[in-house]
């Protein structure tokens, strides 16, 4: 098959990071931000940045319907970071006024690894991607407090303060990680998504 169209959700954050890996990774890349955009993408990444900012903008940009609809008819979404917070059902030291995708049936805790000076990087061994452990950044990162029935955990830190922690996760077509790797170089979880999406497609 040919190369699928993926979007980067380009209301804040690491947009640029996300649409140059997946374009490397083999799909066709391009940044969305209005429902038009949404209607002519394959898959969705939801970036890395301040989930309660991509929160807000959702609504002010008319995203939010739009994104639920598709996830509801089996679209593909990556979200990573603050991605992740906002495919999540359940978040803890949250806003009260932030409201996510709710895609995935788990319970997230926001900055659960710290500020922005307790950053980290640590292997991740990831269900479904071939190799030698992924060398993981995490930036304020949350972590996967709780999963439902549904949903298979697919990485944790295997070492440091924060072994056993639960950082990948796949409910059906939807893939949450709470690390960047659009920040390392490494293409596999890109590449990894850009199959589930031309699986899907």
Not at 48 to 67: N, V, W
Not at 103 to 113: C, K, L
Not at 143 to 152: D, L, Q, S
Request: proline share 6%.
């Amino acid at each position: 098959m040919g190369a699928p169209t993926i979007g980067v959700l380009a209301l804040q954050g690491d947009v640029r990071e996300h649409v140059a890996a997946l374009a490397a990774a083999g799909a066709d890349a391009r940044p969305v931000r209005r429902p038009a955009e949404l209607d002519a993408v394959d898959g969705l990444v939801v970036p890395g940045g301040e989930s309660t900012t991509i929160s807000k903008l959702a609504d002010i940009f008319e995203m939010r319907e739009p994104i639920d609809k598709r996830i509801a008819d089996g679209m593909p979404v990556y979200g990573s970071c603050a991605g992740m917070i906002m495919l999540a059902t359940e978040v803890l030291d949250g806003r009260p006024d932030q409201r996510g995708f709710a895609g995935i049936d788990m319970t997230v805790r926001r900055n659960a690894f710290g500020r922005q000076v307790d950053s980290f990087e640590a292997p991740v061994t990831i269900t479904g991607v071939e190799g030698e452990p992924f060398h993981a950044v995490f930036i304020r990162a949350p972590w996967v407090e709780r999963v439902g029935a549904g949903v298979e955990v697919i990485g944790t830190v295997t070492d440091g303060p924060a072994a056993d922690r639960i950082v990948a996760v796949r409910q059906a077509n939807l893939l949450a990680t709470s690390f960047h790797p659009e920040l390392t170089g490494d293409l596999r979880v890109h590449a990894y998504f850009v199959d589930l999406v031309r699986a899907t497609s």
